[in-house]
Every structure is written in structure tokens, then in C-alpha cells.
């Protein structure tokens, strides 16, 4: 009886274990569709499953009690309860930083959380906070990598040089490729900032090799927005803004100069030929006789404190479950700094203006086959004074002692234009600008992208084809309404008398015209692919086989096609990804392009890339155990790339020999005259384009509950084949050497971003920090072998400037006495040098590196902001280090430009002791001005400027209801507000050894959006 009892008891509690384990499901989703590989399990134990390609799971085995915990990339985890029921349907959100979001790469789109390569993106909402005219300036400080530099502020031609990761060539092209919804572009600033949806910059080889011959100097892609599917929605924004200029040369007026001046004669022992006597300069001083004795401000008087600009767009999107699309047009007016003269018959200033239109389309024909037509069409006109002289900017005349503020006044008595004292100098500026006329330029580019996407399920499930052509034409016209020359005359006060300034020009004769018509500049891109893509449980690949040909007919100089002048394209291109439950991650790329610079054995490549991630925090040791680590993947890569913009002539192929015509020979008894040929450039068959092996590793974090992200990257490029013009054969062969494959330059460096997102109460905030370094070094170039190690270029970085070391001032006649000797002839007060080779004599030999290059090997940006109850506030600190700016010729020497306050410190026997600038002399030359650079003249470029600030408003939906609005905000913005740097006479990011070009300019803007 009691082994009965036993035997039932343990029937029972096995009946009792049994009836308390059961088997649940359900299917997981979000607001697109089932989720496939999320993970399910049982909280605290090792029991649950991995949702299928449906987003159902099964889960057999599950107790009575517990906690159902959903789990996966870029989604926020969710818990339910166990219940009676046996079926679970969960929703999950999108993880706040967007891991599920997908990321525009080369020939396609992937999951940010699945990413191996080292991508950076931007959305078109955060470019729009910039209120500045051309794309690439919204950019600066906000991606980690780029480098971006502004040289100029005209209307039309103020946008920002821009490099990937620095510079790794001495060779020219060093600017990323630019794609534009699949489409290879020249450029990417006119594009309308309301048209972008984001833009990626792809920076490592796993990303770029897919564009094989193209990709080293990095990628830049831009996706335009679409249309989604849903009632259409209408979005109209408009600001008005003006823009001053950031920074100006501060000249002395008449008095203070022609003290300046009257010293420089005495300086130079010419004391006794200053033109002007003590009772003259007394008459500049008080200004009382200003025909006679002038006092003018020229910058004053030609440029005005402000400008407008003004930018409009409307866009209307979406769409049904068929046909999609997106429909925008804007516009864009920017005016430029000078002032509107009266009697003026033309608009002879500055000035730029925009016209913009798209239409992107998306029609799903049916389950299987989907159609894309992308239009956009771009007109712009940018208009500009007509030079007096060939060559010389209306601000490098206005720099020149030609317009000195003593030199001659604006006006006459009569009214009539002032002209210079003497004949070769600049004619009157006011004058110029007032009669003169303009060059006015107009550039039309229409684009069109034609794709078709078939799913090929029926053959293998996963499996899709797709094809695109896009069609690029860009047509440039030119129109210059113009006068050579117009009635100017000097004043006699002694006579009351005028003369002609140049009796060429006796009266102002009609305008000139010339017109410039340029045929259109044409480009074709065709592309065919088979795509692949499917889930085996917790194993994901993806598979991309591509066909690509590109090419583009570029005008000679008449303006008429020239199929010698032809770049053209042609490569296949594979991609293959796997990884296993979200957490293994490799990829693998294949790039074999061609380009016809070259000749045909040598004009194709191969281009492998490779790359791996591990997501750590999938790791059930880990995930348990930190629970404050939301997210950390580590990723490395490693392959090769190509680079072929290196300024090849494309009339004379570098692999060709040339002949060029050479004086001319006579022939037989009649001396019949031929003309000659001379050999000339020689060709190299075996000229290949630059390669760059590219190594990067790096991770991906976030941390508390995803408010804390993380990202860095260490790079290691190695360029070589860098295509080299000999140096170390002589002049005396008596032939042009051609180019060869032999530089090499090593680029290094790391990149670091940190953001912060957070919500208190209804405030929502965010703090978000990146750093980019990015060294080179020349490992190898051709170069004679120097007397002196610091005169290789070799070991150096590229760009690196060479000069005089300056140690202080000539201080007495003692201590130029005994300093090492110079052919420069100096004077006690003039600028003293470095004897670095010790021999006693300073010369060409004692040049070394000096500074830094012009690009800026650091970069930095931070930016913050947050909202509450519908405000919003934000701005962007963006600055750059170790560069160097040499200012110099008319901004900086005195008397080849005119006095400014810079002067005001120069070397005196009285102010030896705190000098700034060395003694003043008549001329350029000497000691101080014939080092055309030295360590004295070469500036740090290094600055940190407020680039952006912006504050605005949207009003709620109870107020707009009842007009039809969905929302309307209100906002100000500025760019360019502040800058801090040492350099002071001119902006920071302003071209090296250059003043004359047109101010960077600071923008104060409204503006408002409405949606419908």
C-alpha cells in the first residue's frame, strides 16, 4: 500500500509540472510590419525564441508565471506579463536613436544597426537650421570627418572646399565623389536644402570600394525626400535674412597715413621727396579742403553694412499604396555688399539667383515591379562688376595704394568724377562701378533618373532585379555688357580748370556686348543590378551584383562637344553581407572599375574591401550583467581604393606622347615655308591611377536607457601610385618628362562623437560633441636629395609651407653688424632670420618647414539645443586647428597696400621694445617684404566660430484649426555670428596669401514654415 501512495504522489507532481508549463506565441510587429529576428525569452531564465521572417515566434515550455521580455536592434525593449491567454501580439517603437534606421551606402541602403563601415549622416532637418545659401556650408561642424573650408562669401561662389578624412595626395583632387540620388554630380551646394532628406559621407573602404576607381577620396550621397503614402501634404517656407560681412581690413584715414608714409621716406633716406609739406598735412588733418586734400574711406564708400537674401520653397508629398510623390520648387535671391549708384544704367554689383524645381514619383505598378522618375531642373544667374582691370578683383584694386585714402576725391566741384594724380593708376572705383557694366553668367542643369525594381520571388525567394539611366545636362552662357573705359578728370583749384584723365574716352560711349555660349555639357549614367536578400532563421544575407557605365562629354574652348575631351566610366560591382541573430556582422565588397584616362592594358582594377562587427551587447553574458550598456558594436574594415581625379589633360592623354608646334622650316628652290613640330610631353603606357589602402576600426555605443551615444573610428590610409612629375632629372634632356606612379603618403588619424538626449518634465534637451584629426606624411616623392634635411618636402606633410625661421628685430647698428649676412640689405628695425645651417649667411638654405598647411588638420564641432511647449532653441560651435594663413602683397605690406591699424605697431627706436611689425619702407623688398613667407608673415589659422544659433515657434493646433493649418512655426536663425581667433585682419578659412577676395559674410534670418 505504501509503495502505491509513492508511485501516485510522483504521478501527481509530474501532472502538477506538466500543467504549469504550457506553450505560448504571437507575432511581433511595429508601425511597418512583422519584425523578424526579435528576440523572445522568458525573463531570468534561458527559455524563449527568435521571431521568423513573419515576426511569429513559439515558445514551448513557458511556466505559468513570469515576465515576457521582446528584445532587438534598434527597438526599444518591451515586457508583458504572463497570463492564461497563449497567444502574445506585441508592437515595439523604434529605439530613440533610430539603430533601425536604414543608412544610404554605395548602390544601396542599410541598417544603421547591421553597419560595418564607417558611414556619418545628416538629416535635412538639421541642415535646415543654417540659413546659408549653398549646401556644403550647412555641413561644417556637424560630421565627424569632413573638413570643410569656406574661401569666399560672393553671391553664387560661396561654397566650402571639402575633404573626407584630410588630404592623402600631393597630386590635385583631393574632393570626395558626389552622388546624388544614384547620380555622379560636380556639385552639390546650389541644391535646395527643403529637397534633402539626408546625406551620408561614406569614409572607410568597406564603404567606398564599391565605386572602385572614384572612391579614395571618400563619398559624399544625397537623398532626396520622397513621397509617402498618405492625404497631401503641403509644406511652404520662406525667410529673409541680411548678411554682413564677417570681418574687413581697417584702414587708417589720410592724415594717419601720410604719417605712415612720411616716416617710410624718412626710413629710406628720401625724407626730403615726401611730396606733401607740414601745412598740407594739416589741411588732411582737419579736412578743410577736401577736393584739394581728401580724406575717403573706399571700402566705406563702395560697400553697404548689409545685403539681403531672401529664400523661398514650397513642396507638396503623398501619395496611395500606387503612385507616391514628392513636388518642390523654390527659390533663392542673394544680393552682395556693394552699394547701388545712382547713375547707374545696368545692375553692376553683386548678385545671385536661384531657381529650383523637382519631382520625384515612385508608381507601384504592382506587387512585383516598382517605377522611380526623378526630375529637377536648376537655373541660376550670378552677376558681378566688370573688372577695369584684366585680372585684379574690384577688393584687390581697393586694397592697392591706387586708392590710398589722400590719393584723389570721389567727386569733383562740378560734380564730374575725381580722377587720379598719376596716369597708371586704378581709374575711379565709384566711377567703375557706377559706368563700367557687368559680367553676368547663366548655368541651367537638368537632371533625370529613370528606375524600374522587380521583385524575381517566383524564382528565388529574396530575389529582385533593378536598372536606372539618368541623363545630366548642364548648359553655361555668358553675357558681359560692358565699357572699356569713361570720362574721368582731374581738378586744378589753382585755375579752376579739369582735364581728362584719358583722352581716349572723351565722352561715355554705349555699352559693349559679348556673348558666350557654351554647347551643353552632357552626362549619361546607366546601372543594372540583381539584388538579394533574405533571413534563414537567425542567419541574414544579402547579396548585390551590379553592372555600372557612366561618362561625360566635357566643351573645348569654342564651346563645342569634344569627344577627345570624354571621361567615361565602366565597372561591375559586388556585394555580399552576413550575420548571424543581429550579431556577427561581415561584409564583403568587390569593385572592378575602369576609366578611359588611362590606356587599355592598364585603364581597369580590382577593388576589395572587407569589413566585420560584433554587436557585444547581444551577448546574453553581457546583456545580463551590464544592464546601463543599451548597445556596443565593434567594427573594423580593411581594403583598397582607386583615385583617378588627378588633373589629367584630357585633350593629351597622359599615356600619349605629344607633338606641339615648332617654328618652321623652307623647302626646295621656291623656299616653300612649312610649319614645324617639336617633340613634346612624353607619354608613360604604364600611367595607372593612385590606390590607397584603407584600415579602420572603430565602435558604436549606447548607454542609459540610449540617452548616451558614442562613436569613434581610428583610420590608417596608406596612398601610393600617386601620379608625380620627375623633378630629379634635369632641364638639359631637353624634353618634358612624363607623369609616373611612384608618390606615396601616409594619412592617419581618429575620429570621436558624443551625444546626449534626455527629456525632464516637458523639456526636451540634447548635447552633441565630434573631434576629427587627420595627419599625413609624404613617405616618398620625386625630389633631389637636399643639401640640408630640412628642406625635403619628403617626410613632410603635403602642402607644407617652407620659409624663414624670424627670431625677433635688427635691434642697432651692433647687432647688424654682427648677425650672419643676407643679400636683402637690412636696416636696424627690419625683420631678422635664422641661420639654421650655421654658415653665416642667410639664403635660400635656411629655409625650413614653417607652420602648417592651409587645411586644417583638426576639426571640431558642438551643438545644443532643446524644446519645451513649443519652443525651440539650438546652436552649433564649429571651429578648426593647425593650420596656417599667409597674408600677404597688398593686405599686409606697407605701401604696396594701403596703412591700416596693423601698422600702427611697427618697429620704432621708441618702440623697439613692444614692436609688431617691422619699420616701415617705400617699397616692397629688403629684409621684410622679399620673404615672401616667414614664420612673421605665416598666421595661425586656427579659430572657433558660432556658426549657428536658431530659435523658433509652433504654435498648436487648437490656435490653426480653425484657418486649415496643421502647423505653422515661426523661427530666427543666424549663421557665422561670432569668431574667435588670433588672425584678426582677415577671416580664418580665407584663401592663403589672398585679400582680395569677396568678405565671408554673417546672416541674420526669419523666417516661417506652414504645413497643410
Known amino acids: 500500500m505504501k509503495k502505491i501512495y509513492v508511485i501516485f504522489m510522483f504521478m501527481l507532481q509530474v501532472l502538477m509540472v506538466l500543467a504549469q508549463n504550457k506553450t505560448i506565441s504571437g507575432q511581433v510587429t511595429d508601425a511597418s510590419g512583422p519584425l523578424p529576428g526579435i528576440n523572445v525569452k522568458i525573463q531570468g531564465t534561458s527559455i524563449g525564441a527568435t521571431t521568423d521572417t513573419k515576426g511569429r515566434f513559439i515558445i514551448k515550455g513557458a511556466p505559468e508565471a513570469g515576465v515576457l521580455l521582446f528584445s532587438g536592434i534598434g527597438y526599444k525593449s518591451k515586457t508583458e506579463k504572463l497570463q492564461a491567454k497563449n497567444i502574445y501580439n506585441v508592437t515595439l517603437e523604434e529605439n530613440v536613436e533610430g539603430l533601425n534606421d536604414v543608412v544610404v551606402v554605395g548602390f544601396g541602403k542599410q541598417k544603421k544597426a547591421t553597419l560595418t563601415g564607417a558611414i556619418s549622416s545628416i538629416g535635412g532637418r538639421e541642415l535646415k537650421q543654417s540659413p546659408v545659401a549653398n549646401l556644403t556650408n550647412a555641413l561644417a561642424g556637424r560630421l565627424p570627418g569632413l573638413f570643410s573650408q569656406q574661401n569666399s562669401g560672393q553671391p553664387g561662389k560661396d561654397g566650402a572646399t571639402l575633404q573626407i578624412r584630410g588630404v592623402s595626395t600631393y597630386r590635385s583632387g583631393t574632393g570626395p565623389l558626389l552622388i546624388v540620388d544614384g547620380v555622379q554630380q560636380d556639385n552639390i551646394g546650389q541644391i535646395d536644402m527643403n529637397e534633402v532628406e539626408n546625406i551620408s559621407i561614406l569614409k572607410d573602404a568597406s564603404a567606398t570600394a564599391v565605386y572602385g576607381i572614384r572612391g579614395a577620396n571618400g563619398v559624399i550621397i544625397v537623398t532626396t525626400k520622397r513621397g509617402q503614402t498618405g492625404e497631401a501634404k503641403v509644406s511652404i517656407s520662406s525667410q529673409t535674412g541680411v548678411q554682413a560681412s564677417t570681418r574687413l581690413p581697417k584702414f587708417l584715414d589720410a592724415y594717419n597715413s601720410l604719417l605712415l608714409l612720411k616716416e617710410s ?56 499604396d500606387i503612385v507616391k510623390y514628392f513636388v518642390s520648387a523654390g527659390l533663392l535671391n542673394q544680393n552682395g555688399i556693394f552699394k547701388n549708384f545712382k547713375d547707374s544704367e545696368t545692375d553692376n554689383g553683386y548678385y545671385f539667383k536661384r531657381y529650383n524645381f523637382r519631382s520625384n514619383v515612385d508608381v507601384q505598378v504592382n506587387k512585383t515591379l516598382h517605377i522611380g522618375l526623378d526630375l529637377s531642373a536648376r537655373l541660376e544667374n550670378t552677376n558681378q562688376p566688370h573688372p577695369a582691370e584684366a585680372g585684379r578683383s574690384v577688393f584687390n584694386q581697393l586694397l592697392r595704394t591706387g586708392f590710398a585714402p589722400y590719393s584723389f576725391p570721389i567727386y569733383n566741384p562740378d560734380g564730374s568724377f575725381a580722377a587720379p594724380p598719376q596716369s597708371n593708376q586704378h581709374p575711379n572705383m565709384i566711377a567703375q562701378l557706377t559706368l563700367a557694366g557687368y559680367d553676368r553668367s547663366y548655368n541651367s542643369v537638368l537632371t533625370s533618373n529613370l528606375s524600374a525594381e522587380q521583385k524575381l ?91 555600372n557605365q557612366n561618362s561625360k562629354v566635357y566643351v573645348n574652348s569654342s564651346g563645342v562637344p569634344d569627344p577627345t575631351r570624354k571621361i567615361s566610366y565602366l565597372g561591375w560591382v559586388g556585394r555580399t553581407t552576413y550575420n548571424y541573430s543581429n550579431r556577427y556582422l561581415v561584409e564583403f565588397n568587390l569593385g572592378y572599375t575602369g576609366s578611359n584616362q588611362f590606356n587599355n592594358k592598364n585603364s581597369f582594377g580590382f577593388f576589395p574591401a572587407a569589413s566585420a562587427g560584433w554587436v557585444v551587447s547581444e551577448e546574453p553574458w553581457l546583456k545580463n550583467d551590464i544592464k546601463f550598456l543599451d548597445y556596443f558594436k565593434i567594427r573594423g574594415s580593411y581594403g583598397i581604393v582607386g583615385n583617378d581625379n588627378v588633373g589629367i589633360d584630357l585633350t593629351t592623354y597622359a599615356y600619349l606622347s605629344t607633338y606641339v608646334p615648332s617654328g618652321s622650316y623652307q623647302f626646295g628652290d621656291s623656299n616653300t615655308t612649312l610649319n614645324g613640330l617639336a617633340e613634346g610631353k612624353l607619354g608613360n603606357d604604364q600611367l595607372t591611377w593612385e590606390k590607397e589602402r584603407k584600415a579602420n576600426i572603430g565602435f558604436d555605443a549606447q548607454l542609459f536607457k540610449s540617452k548616451i551615444n558614442v562613436t569613434f573610428d581610428y583610420f590608417n590610409n596608406y596612398r601610393y601610385d600617386i601620379i608625380t612629375t620627375r623633378t630629379t632629372v634635369g632641364d638639359i634632356v631637353g624634353i618634358t618628362l612624363p607623369d609616373v606612379n611612384l608618390g606615396k603618403v601616409k594619412n592617419k588619424g581618429f575620429e570621436l562623437e558624443i551625444g546626449y538626449t534626455n527629456k525632464t518634465g516637458k523639456v526636451g ?92 588638420n583638426t576639426t571640431y564641432g558642438l551643438s545644443a539645443g532643446f524644446d519645451f511647449k513649443g519652443f525651440d532653441c539650438s546652436f552649433l560651435l564649429q571651429g578648426a586647428a593647425n593650420s596656417s594663413v599667409r597674408p600677404s602683397d597688398e593686405l599686409i605690406y606697407d605701401n604696396i597696400g594701403n596703412f591700416q591699424e596693423l601698422h600702427l605697431g ?54 490653426l484649426k480653425s484657418i486649415g493649418v496643421e502647423s505653422l512655426r515661426i523661427y530666427a536663425n543666424a549663421a557665422n555670428l561670432i569668431t574667435w581667433d588670433k588672425l584678426k585682419i582677415m577671416d580664418p578659412e580665407s584663401p592663403s596669401g589672398r585679400g582680395e577676395n569677396y568678405p565671408q559674410q554673417k546672416i541674420y534670418s526669419f523666417g516661417l514654415n506652414l504645413n497643410f
Not at 273 to 289: C, H, I, M, V
Open 906 to 959: 611697427r618697429w620704432t627706436p621708441d618702440n623697439a621694445a613692444n614692436a609688431t611689425y617691422p619699420k616701415l619702407h617705400l617699397a616692397s623688398g629688403g629684409a621684410n617684404n622679399r620673404p615672401t613667407t616667414s614664420t612673421f608673415w605665416l598666421r595661425s589659422g586656427n579659430y572657433l566660430r558660432l556658426k549657428n544659433v536658431e530659435i523658433g515657434y509652433r504654435l498648436t493646433p487648437a490656435i
Open 265 to 320: 621716406y624718412v626710413n629710406d633716406g628720401q625724407g626730403a621727396n615726401f611730396p606733401y609739406s607740414d601745412t598740407q598735412l594739416e589741411a588732411f588733418r582737419t579736412g578743410s579742403n577736401p577736393a584739394l586734400y581728401p580724406n575717403v574711406n573706399w571700402y566705406k564708400e563702395v560697400l553697404q553694412p548689409y545685403s539681403l537674401q531672401s529664400q523661398f520653397n514650397a513642396n507638396v508629398s503623398g501619395g496611395t
Open 457 to 547: 520571388d517566383f524564382l528565388l525567394d529574396g530575389l529582385s532585379a533593378k536598372g536606372a539611366f539618368s541623363f545630366n545636362n548642364t548648359q553655361y552662357s555668358e553675357k558681359d555688357l560692358y565699357r572699356d573705359g569713361y570720362p574721368t578728370y582731374r581738378y586744378n583749384p589753382t585755375n579752376d580748370t579739369y582735364s581728362l584723365f584719358n583722352t581716349t574716352y572723351p565722352v561715355l560711349r554705349p555699352f559693349q556686348l559679348s556673348t558666350k555660349n557654351l554647347a551643353p555639357q552632357v552626362a549619361t549614367n546607366l546601372e543594372a543590378s540583381l539584388n538579394y536578400q533574405h533571413q534563414f532563421g537567425k542567419h541574414n544575407v544579402t547579396a548585390m551584383a551590379l553592372y
Open 765 to 856: 534637451y540634447f548635447v552633441k560633441g565630434n573631434v576629427s584629426v587627420a595627419k599625413n606624411k609624404i613617405i616618398e616623392r620625386d625630389e633631389e636629395h637636399k643639401k640640408y634635411p630640412w628642406l625635403q618636402q619628403t617626410g613632410q606633410s603635403v602642402g607644407q609651407p617652407y620659409g624663414w625661421t624670424w627670431i625677433g628685430y635688427y635691434q642697432n647698428a651692433e647687432d647688424l653688424a654682427n648677425s650672419p649676412k643676407t643679400t636683402f640689405n637690412p636696416q636696424v628695425g627690419d625683420l631678422k632670420y635664422a641661420d639654421l645651417n650655421g654658415d653665416g649667411i642667410i639664403n635660400d638654405d635656411d629655409k625650413g618647414p614653417i607652420g602648417y598647411p592651409v587645411v586644417p
